[in-house]
């Protein structure tokens, strides 16, 4: 099977090339140049592209580079400008997933006759008795990402392969050393590849948008400070507020930009707490049909979070609308963010939370 490995640098899609070359598949590793600006973090530096290059010659692999930096603009930054602009919590690498390393990337391998995608995500695709593909949880639960590619659909599933998924990460950079792979140490990524370390998300952000100041008032509507900028504010926030410490913690509880002044309010951890959670762009991935399963299901609603027991509704009027009705109460998600339900441990649907 010919098969195009995206290889950012890193050890995991370091090993996920090695392990496919070992099964006899016919490999080609590609690096996605995606960011133009500057950057010093993530997936996009120039370090990175020629860590992978030397991986992939290493591995007697063949090696390109992708550039995709127009996509990523249109799909990612844009957006993510955009929807702090509009008060949303936006999560880039999960669109980064949906629309540039799953659809981009799949579109030109098919033109170039590849049979499969593969990259190093800690998680697994399986099959259902039913015949349904359902992306799974990584077999190492303190590095499963199945949360962010929630979305692939069974038409990209049918074309990606995740060889590291059945692996830890100890795993991982045992299996690196033993094929000397420069990665093999290498940290793992964790920040946003077009938000440097140095400037940060502020000034990306103030130079393109207009910031907005507001209010910081209690939940009985008494004054405590002021913002500058209530597009930097998110809900759940507990600290950069400019109010003074002492008591009991408080979290922005709510963001109001309907009137002549924007307020944000704070309050108690108690005050976050909901009984059901708005979602949209809502989409059944995990069946051929795309009713959900029935059963319990479990909600995630972070990366690294814990899923939780919850009953989620479709709105019968639009099926890109649902309610999750947690089994407990659940603190309230931020717009903007993803909600990804599983039955099990395998993901069968998602979208993201409204206010």
Request: with cysteine; charged share 25%.
């Amino acid at each position: 099977m010919r098969v195009l490995v995206m290889m950012s640098g890193g050890v995991d899609s370091s090993v996920a090339a090695a392990l496919l070359r070992d099964e006899g598949h016919d490999v080609v590793g590609v690096t996605l140049k995606l960011w133009g600006g500057e950057s010093d973090s993530g997936c996009c530096s120039i370090s990175d592209v020629d860590d992978a290059r030397r991986v992939a010659d290493r591995l007697g692999l063949d090696h390109h580079t992708f550039g995709l930096g127009d996509e990523f603009t249109r799909h990612v930054v844009d957006p993510y400008t955009a929807d702090h602009a509009r008060g949303l919590t936006p999560n880039p690498c999960i669109e980064c997933n949906r629309h540039l390393k799953f659809e981009a990337v799949d579109v030109r391998a098919r033109q170039l006759g590849f049979d499969a995608v593969a990259t190093g995500h800690h998680a697994r695709i399986v099959t259902t008795a039913a015949g349904e593909l359902r992306v799974a949880r990584g077999a190492d639960p303190a590095k499963d990402q199945s949360y962010v590619v929630h979305m692939l659909d069974q038409e990209r599933l049918a074309r990606t392969i995740f060889p590291i998924g059945h692996l830890h990460k100890s795993q991982v950079r045992s299996r690196a050393v033993e094929l000397g792979l420069r990665t093999a140490d290498k940290p793992d990524s964790q920040d946003v590849c077009f938000i440097t370390r140095t400037q940060g998300r502020g000034r990306f952000l103030e130079e393109r948008i207009e910031f907005t100041p507001a209010r910081v008032v209690d939940t009985s509507g008494r004054e405590l400070g002021r913002v500058p900028a209530v597009e930097m504010v998110t809900l759940g926030q507990r600290r950069g507020l400019g109010l003074p410490g002492g008591g009991a913690p408080r979290y922005v509880v709510d963001v109001d930009r309907q009137g002549a002044e924007s307020v944000v309010t704070v309050g108690s951890a108690a005050d976050l707490m909901v009984a059901e959670q708005s979602v949209t762009n809502w989409r059944v991935t995990g069946t051929h049909d795309g009713t959900l399963p029935g059963g319990e299901l479990l909600v995630q609603t972070s990366a690294h979070g814990e899923a939780h027991p919850a009953e989620v509704v479709t709105d019968p009027a639009d099926p890109h609308k649902a309610t999750v009705r947690w089994a407990q109460p659940h603190r309230r998600v931020a717009p903007g963010q993803s909600v990804v339900a599983y039955q099990g441990e395998q993901v069968v649907a998602g979208g993201l939370a409204t206010a």
